[in-house]
């Protein structure tokens, strides 16, 4: 296994057994613009030591693979530039060339796992892009789903997705799917979408459990589950549609593809909406966090090795 680099604060949770929640960093350096990036990536690692576990925040930085990071090496990423955007396609190379780099989902349940984390707080997974017939525009983080064992706490998958493709992909891979506490799924934004959850869970015991049968039956992979934004933060669905809808033909007209799609979508949504939705996206990860938490509490602790 390559060598981790381990934060203070994550190396002191490993040594007594503590719950820790791993955090993704692409939402600092591509989901939100600075200072509102560190400021938030702040909020959520605060929630989670808030809630009794430890957060660690994922990157690759000048080649090292870190689990945690320090107050530094936070503000450094939250205002670099040009910080490659990493999955399992070249999150080795990133780190092979020396190079800097974000995590996406599917490059943190990695990093997650090789750290012996079982937990992930994230805002929403990515996942079918709408006209995926005609691009084959699909997220890495539905494979890795099925194949890395990792929880993933989300507010579902990102409303500017195909949603019915990107759960219908799921189910086929086999994926668990989980509503917390309601019984149709979220729509990342919005509270509710018109699609019924395929499991309901009330309960971070029975999320971790759930996790814990999964490994010892064999069975691969992770889970999803899929907590709803606070009702007070929500923006209803039909109120979001014609600005998607908008935004997508911008970045069909302007050329926008490959990685560069969630990023563009995201900022214009952002100024579409007046900035209501990233104050939307600041309360549902925040939300995830403490669900997290509450989840890492629950899972059997792991020795270092």
């Given at each position: ?16 057994g ?19 990036n ?23 930085l ?24 990493l ?8 780190i092979?060339?020396?190079?800097t780099?974000?995590t ?18 994230t ?50 891979l ?6 917390f506490?309601q ?6 934004w ?24 999964r ?13 709803p934004?606070?009702?007070?933060a ?72």
């Amino acid at each position: 296994m390559i060598p981790l680099t381990f934060s203070a604060e994550v190396t002191q949770a490993r040594a007594s057994g503590a719950p820790i929640v791993a955090l993704e960093s692409t939402i600092i350096t591509h989901g939100m613009p600075y200072p509102q990036n560190v400021e938030t990536a702040r909020k959520v690692e605060a929630e989670v030591r808030a809630h009794d576990a430890i957060p660690a925040t994922i990157a690759v930085l000048n080649g090292d693979l870190c689990i945690g990071l320090e107050a530094a090496q936070l503000d450094a990423l939250a205002k670099a530039q040009d910080v490659a955007k990493l999955s399992r396609a070249d999150i080795a190379a990133c780190i092979a060339r020396g190079g800097t780099g974000a995590t996406t989902v599917a490059a943190t349940m990695i990093a997650a796992h090789l750290a012996g984390i079982s937990v992930f707080a994230t805002g929403g997974i990515g996942g079918v892009h709408r006209g995926a017939e005609h691009s084959f525009d699909v997220s890495a983080d539905l494979q890795e789903l099925a194949q890395t064992p990792v929880t993933v706490v989300a507010a579902g998958a990102k409303a500017i997705l195909d949603l019915p493709k990107t759960f219908e992909v799921l189910e086929t891979l086999g994926v668990p799917v989980i509503a917390f506490g309601q019984d149709m799924l979220p729509a990342f934004w919005s509270r509710a979408s018109d699609m019924p959850a395929p499991l309901r869970m009330d309960d971070a015991v029975s999320i971790a459990h759930a996790q814990t049968i999964r490994s010892a039956m064999g069975l691969r992979g992770g889970q999803l589950i899929c907590n709803p934004i606070p009702a007070a933060a929500e923006i209803p669905a039909e109120t979001l549609a014609p600005i998607i809808t908008q935004a997508l033909a911008e970045a069909d007209a302007d050329g926008i593809a490959a990685k560069e799609v969630t990023p563009f979508l995201l900022d214009r949504i952002f100024h579409l909406t007046g900035g209501r939705s990233l104050d939307a996206n600041i309360a549902l990860v925040l939300n995830n966090a403490r669900l997290a938490a509450a989840i890492a509490a629950e899972m059997p602790a792991k020795t270092p090795e």
